[in-house]
């Protein structure tokens, strides 16, 4: 994906429902949002009926960069559960494949159904198979930052080009 173009940058709030794919034989999918000249893929992927940030760009070295586990690149998600939220120990003793989870979650209202989680791991439905290894349902799932690109206000559907110096403060600057 590499050209001379000039890289862009698009952050999109992908509404539920959307797929997130560029294939013509796929419906609704990211064409029918963001209108561009120039091909593009994306940096986090996100089922079908999740919602949430996802990053558009030209640039397959970032894509790399935010998508490749050794670069640890954070993702904060918005989760509601069907049932309070118990067991932080239970949570941080997860193993998967060979690898213990590295997972922070932060419960964010009374009933301790809606939380967010920060996570490295970028393997599907990671997020829904974690709490479904702990008996939990996620019912809501919704993708609000990347590394340091946050989804601020856009609503569902919506996008924004993002300038090259936000993208260097989210994922080459280090904190």
């Given at each position: 994906m590499e050209s001379k173009e000039e890289k862009f940058y698009i952050k999109f709030y992908k509404p539920k429902g959307v797929v997130t794919t560029t294939s013509k034989f796929e419906r609704p999918n990211l064409l029918d949002y963001v209108k561009?000249?120039?091909?593009?893929?994306?940096?986090?992927?996100?089922?079908?009926?999740a919602?949430?940030?996802?990053?558009?760009?030209?640039?397959?070295?970032?894509?790399?960069?935010?998508t490749h586990p050794k670069f640890g690149v954070v993702k904060t998600?918005?989760?509601?559960?069907?049932?309070?939220?118990?067991?932080?120990?239970?949570?941080?003793?997860?193993?998967?494949g060979r690898r213990r989870i590295d997972a922070k979650v932060r419960i964010i209202n009374k009933s301790k159904t809606r939380?967010?989680?920060?996570?490295?791991?970028?393997?599907k439905h990671i997020v829904k198979w974690i709490f479904r290894k702990l008996g939990y349902k996620v019912t809501q799932l919704k993708r609000i930052s990347?590394?340091?690109?946050?989804?601020?206000?856009?609503r569902p559907g919506e996008f924004k080009y993002v300038?090259?110096?936000?993208?260097?403060?989210?994922?080459?600057?280090q904190s």
């Open positions: 561009t000249k120039s091909k593009f893929g994306y940096a986090g992927r996100l089922d079908k009926d919602e949430g940030l996802l990053l558009l760009t030209n640039d397959g070295s970032l894509i790399n960069k935010i998600y918005e989760v509601k559960l069907n049932k309070p939220f118990k067991s932080f120990k239970e949570l941080n003793e997860e193993i998967i939380l967010l989680i920060k996570i490295h791991e970028g393997k990347i590394g340091g690109l946050k989804l601020g206000k856009l300038k090259k110096a936000e993208i260097i403060r989210a994922f080459y600057k």
